[in-house]
């Protein structure tokens, strides 16, 4: 690492704004033509957040309302769990890119509790990690938080709580919602319906891995908080192009998705756009991992869209895609190969981008026996009793994540986001996203610039693994102004 | 214990399959294979028609078929091999067992076996048994137990008339590495459960035991007996070597 100040060299930071425009344009050219925006719809009842502040003087768009709750996956199986505003995902929260919001969060709960916007390049404050420094909401208290919303994309919003062995607490809960920021450019919408898809899983239980470590495994799935077959269809029409928005918001799972007869044209991940907009038969999302993408309603029938794997698709994880004036029994998913590599989503010709300094950065587990979760490492040290990484301002940092552990890893770093410069060995350039899988035994490099001062929380986002120590702190070197 | 094919008769031990069961039962789709070896140091000679246990080496070959998350069926074949006698085939049980899926989220695990079977006269006067065996186990950080309190039935043999036989199992471990686990596993039969025998006619046999978990595929465990009663079969070495294959598709 270098040991000066050093602004940040021209040309080495993506333009996102840029980068969105051609994105839509590119949409836009697919289509044809430039249709308007078609209606915007959870697949069930979810209004978007739009409750009064109970703060007293102070203005607010949102307010979020922390309580526990009883919720119905499906007619026979309900569940109590903890969410925002009673309902499961939380509201849909429509912010514009670079227009300030006020949010009020109130904490109904016995507990103290947190809130990260996921995916948002905002102060320390307002992030929502404790790990950080921002501040925790205490029991029966509010708060009222306010930023301007940047990036553009499809980010979302969850507890930054941890959960260690109580699994109704952090992401096992229903605290998770979309927070979706709207370029300030306005958004030309090349698509007639846009559908938000949610994933999680419910009732966690520990069970032994193949690895001889406990894991977390799940009873049930849902989308959009319903169990497959139990919520509203979602309702298509032949030969319209209908805009997916999909969030895994599992606490630990990672999940596939197939819509039988259709396939997906991805346009962005994590919120930015991708450099090939390339088009597949399966989606992968790890956990906190989002991909937007496009698919034109051309196989009239009814559908599942769901979990290719039958187990999942069993237990919930799944949702009806139903074609005007079609009825039966939907079919599901399930021949699909299970193939995902971030690449083929990159710079056919990538750039070659000198970093400032590279950081290696080696994930292992450390046994604690084959009842207890294993504890886990970066570069030797176990959260908190790590090192913080000390970066400067405006320089490039090539991160090598080094998984030499059994598992694969959803890895997420705070505040920024970062390049895919290789995969498994492979170059790749142009996905832009703030959580990467880094797959067991792997390695997998990315870029990012020191653009956004303040101490920045990089873990794990499986969360056993973050409970169990797969964080670090990434610290801005202090500028003597005199 | 494990004793599946001994009666409780104080001299009828049969020492062929010698394991404390989890409540784990085998996955759908999915074939376990064990070997299980047991070597008799120092066992009883031959007494009224039944064949010594005595340097008798014991092999039983035991595949188990999982059906579903919670069920599973077992087999065994059971032999023996000794001076005088050679290799002998001794008999054959059937297992089926189910389980508190683990979607359940019980603390515990909970598991109920049940065993039926035949075995030749010359190895055990009891011919046809039955024997049901609930199975309790709770793994905590590196400490694994786990109880089995078999009860037996004889429905063929001189011990038709004893009634239900009390057969407990016990084990203890602690994993002193990710692969090496390491224990104390109790067998016993104390006989009738309305008619305790005296410690001097009951078994109770003492195992330190070692399990490798040296691959998902494979189970090893390891371990020397000791049998304090003179009921009981005095030293035992006893090895269990098991292969998991899978069939299909499994859950991902």
Redesign the interface.
């Known amino acids: 690492m270098k040991p000066t100040i050093k602004m940040r060299p021209e040309g080495n930071v993506r333009d996102s704004t840029a980068s969105r425009r051609a994105f839509l344009r590119n949409t836009s050219l697919a289509a044809g033509t430039l249709m308007a925006r078609g209606p915007f719809a959870w697949t069930q009842n979810m209004p978007i957040a739009s409750l009064p502040s109970a703060a007293s003087g102070a203005k607010t768009d949102t307010t979020l309302e922390i309580s526990e709750i009883e919720w119905e996956l499906a007619p026979k199986k309900k569940i109590r769990t903890t969410a925002y505003n009673g309902q499961i995902p939380g509201p849909l929260v429509r912010v514009t890119e670079g227009k300030p919001v006020s949010i009020e969060i109130v904490n109904r709960l016995d507990r103290e509790e947190i809130v990260h916007w996921h995916g948002q390049w905002i102060p320390v404050p307002v992030d929502g990690a404790m790990e950080e420094g921002s501040p925790m909401i205490p029991a029966g208290g509010r708060t009222l938080i306010q930023f301007s919303p940047r990036p553009a994309g499809l980010h979302w919003y969850h507890t930054h709580a941890m959960a260690h062995r109580d699994l109704k607490r952090g992401l096992y809960s229903g605290q998770f919602g979309i927070l979706h920021v709207a370029p300030a450019s306005g958004d030309p919408g090349a698509y007639d319906q846009e559908q938000f898809i949610v994933l999680h899983d419910w009732e966690p239980y520990y069970t032994a891995s193949d690895d001889g470590s406990m894991m977390v495994s799940y009873v049930c799935g849902s989308v959009n908080g319903r169990m497959l077959g139990h919520g509203e269809p979602i309702r298509v029409r032949e030969g319209g192009r209908v805009l997916f928005q999909i969030l895994n918001a599992s606490a630990t799972e990672a999940h596939w998705l197939a819509l039988p007869g259709h396939k997906f044209q991805v346009l962005a991940m994590d919120g930015a756009p991708v450099a090939t907009q390339a088009t597949v038969e399966t989606l992968r999302l790890g956990p906190a991992e989002r991909i937007t993408a496009l698919v034109t309603m051309d196989s009239p029938g009814v559908w599942v869209l769901g979990e290719p794997r039958k187990d999942f698709r069993d237990a919930g994880m799944g949702v009806v895609i139903e074609y005007a004036g079609r009825s039966g029994k939907p079919q599901e998913p399930g021949t699909e190969k299970l193939i995902w590599d971030y690449r083929v989503f990159g710079d056919s010709t990538p750039a070659v981008y000198t970093p400032d300094a590279t950081i290696p950065m080696v994930f292992t587990s450390r046994f604690k026996g084959h009842g207890a979760l294993d504890e886990w490492m970066i570069n030797g040290k176990s959260w908190p009793n790590t090192d913080a990484i000390i970066v400067h301002e405006g320089l490039r940092y090539r991160l090598v994540f080094d998984n030499r552990s059994m598992d694969d890893h959803p890895v997420h770093l705070h505040r920024h986001n970062f390049e895919l410069m290789s995969v498994g060995g492979a170059s790749t350039g142009g996905v832009h996203k703030d959580v990467v899988i880094v797959e067991a035994g792997t390695k997998v490099a990315v870029d990012v610039v020191a653009t956004n001062p303040g101490d920045t929380l990089f873990h794990c986002h499986q969360q056993d693994h973050m409970d169990m120590g797969f964080m670090a702190l990434f610290r801005y070197a202090q500028v003597n102004k005199a | 214990m494990v004793c599946t094919v001994c009666a409780v008769a104080a001299h009828a031990q049969g020492n062929y399959e010698i394991q404390v069961y989890g409540a784990?039962t085998v996955a759908p789709r999915s074939t376990m294979v064990e070997l299980h070896s047991n070597f008799t140091a120092e066992g009883h000679p031959a007494l009224d028609g039944v064949a010594a246990t005595n340097h008798a080496e014991h092999e039983t070959v035991e595949i188990t078929q999982g059906i579903n998350d919670w069920s599973e069926v077992g087999f065994y074949i059971f032999t023996s091999e000794q001076s005088g006698l050679g290799a002998q085939w001794v008999g054959d049980h059937i297992r089926p067992r189910v389980r508190a899926p683990?979607?359940w989220?019980w603390p515990v695990g909970v598991s109920l076996s049940t065993e039926v079977g035949y075995q030749r006269a010359l190895f055990s006067p009891d011919t046809w048994t039955w024997e049901i065996r609930p199975i309790i186990d709770?793994?905590?950080?590196?400490?694994?137990f786990a109880v089995n309190p078999a009860l037996e039935r004889t429905w063929h043999g001189p011990d038709v008339n004893q009634g239900i036989g009390f057969s407990p199992a016990v084990k203890i471990s602690y994993?002193f590495?990710?692969q090496i686990?390491g224990g104390l596993e109790y067998y016993a039969d104390y006989g009738s459960i309305t008619n305790i025998a005296s410690l001097h006619n009951q078994q109770q046999q003492f195992f330190p035991a070692i399990d490798l978990?040296v691959s998902?595929k494979w189970e090893i465990n390891f371990g020397v007996g000791v049998g304090p009663t003179s009921a009981t079969d005095h030293w035992i070495v006893k090895g269990i070597v098991g292969r998991h294959f899978d069939w299909g598709k499994q859950?991902?």
């Open positions: 784990d683990e979607k989220r709770k793994t905590t950080g590196r400490w694994y994993d590495t990710k686990t978990n998902p859950k991902q």
